[in-house]
């Protein structure tokens, strides 16, 4: 079953913490989490700076994620297992992009940093010493990236799914409410779209819902399971965890995260927008 | 205008906040002895009470949302106490300073 390659839980993390096949690496959006406290023996990837390109809006490439999972000691036929904060926004997102660049054995921490805190599980502001390797990474897998004209191109044909909060996805909020609401682009969700939010597939702990609540979550929400999928959300992170939770815990295939997302489609020059909450005419 | 929401609690600084564009809800989180909950996490539900963000407490209690027009729910989990739903209402161009004891 997909999802025991997938995630992991709490107490099997505790019960790994000394594996040396095994290395855990929290991604957080505040990139500061890390230094007040983290997972005994836990590198930090810092997605602001380790996993973006620094001049274009882009990821960085395949030999600089090579290097950069070197430095860190993280060997190809490592077990990584990802966890963060903000309910594991960013740690799917590394797990997208650890899967995009070939990495064999990932998984996600279920609840991430919000269940190991409410659990009252031990912290450490310890730094781990680790070798260095030689990590080598595959081409990037685009069978799992969407890019702008394959998004527009799925207007009205694939599933789209919105994974922002209703108010985004009607143009009431531009941004998720606890960042400040002025954005450049336009206000509203791709016409066709789906809205369901990633919250919908967590519990308020952060673990994901069971396989059957979140087959029913996403047939009630209107998917068609025979056409490809396309997640979305402001700038490509929520909707990693609703791609995680599609092609990694539900076993679809053909699923894509639009890393661009609203903040690239918002700002598009003539492309379609609908606004409110029906999901508009292709 | 700030606008109250129970006892005046020493609101967060809205230094480089622009109030007039935003609808800000923020507070602090605190026991019954009015210490400071570090680290609770404060979840802001819209008014059909869908999740839309959620923000951990800083050391000193406190959270804050840029939110929308209209009635929202905080709901709160913190390490060791029952989940407490608090409602409030925002408008832009004003503050709702809440305070949330666990």
């Known amino acids: ?282 | 205008m700030v606008q109250g929401c129970g006892a005046p609690v020493g609101g967060l600084p809205l230094d480089g906040v622009k109030v007039e564009i935003e609808a800000v809800v923020q507070g602090r989180v605190v026991r019954a002895d009015e210490s400071p909950v570090d680290g609770a996490y404060v979840r802001l539900l819209d008014r059909t009470g869908e999740f839309t963000a959620e923000v951990r407490t800083s050391p000193e209690g406190h959270f804050r949302f840029f939110a929308g027009d209209g009635s929202w729910t905080l709901r709160t989990l913190a390490p060791g106490a029952a989940t407490v739903d608090t409602v409030v209402d925002a408008a832009t161009g004003s503050v709702v300073e809440a305070l949330i004891t666990v």
């Open chain 1, 1 to 282: 079953m997909p999802r025991e390659t997938a995630l992991v839980t709490a107490d099997w993390v505790e019960e790994h913490l000394d594996d040396p096949t095994v290395v855990l690496v929290e991604v957080d959006e505040d990139t500061t989490a890390y230094d007040k406290g983290h997972l005994r023996g836990a590198v930090k990837l810092d997605w602001t700076t380790d996993l973006q390109d620094q001049v274009r809006r882009d990821f960085v490439a395949k030999d600089r994620f090579a290097e950069l999972l070197s430095e860190r000691g993280i060997d190809n036929d490592h077990t990584v297992v990802l966890y963060g904060g903000n309910n594991n926004w960013f740690a799917a997102y590394a797990y997208w992009y650890f899967t995009l660049y070939g990495h064999a054995d990932v998984r996600l921490l279920d609840g991430g940093r919000k269940k190991w805190e409410l659990d009252s599980r031990e912290l450490t502001d310890e730094l781990p010493q680790r070798a260095a390797t030689s990590y080598r990474a595959e081409e990037q897998d685009l069978s799992l990236r969407a890019f702008r004209d394959e998004v527009v191109a799925a207007i009205g044909t694939q599933n789209l799914v919105d994974v922002r909060s209703p108010d985004e996805y009607a143009g009431r909020l531009l941004a998720p409410a606890h960042l400040p609401q002025e954005q450049a682009q336009r206000a509203g969700h791709i016409p066709t779209a789906l809205n369901v939010p990633w919250s919908k597939a967590a519990n308020d702990d952060g673990t994901f819902r069971s396989d059957d609540e979140l087959r029913t979550l996403y047939a009630d929400a209107g998917i068609d399971w025979s056409k490809d999928t396309i997640a979305y959300c402001r700038i490509g992170e929520r909707s990693s965890h609703t791609w995680f939770v599609l092609r990694e815990l539900l076993g679809q295939d053909h699923v894509k995260n639009y890393d661009g997302s609203w903040t690239e489609y918002g700002s598009l020059v003539g492309v379609p927008v609908a606004l409110g909450d029906e999901r508009g005419e292709a």
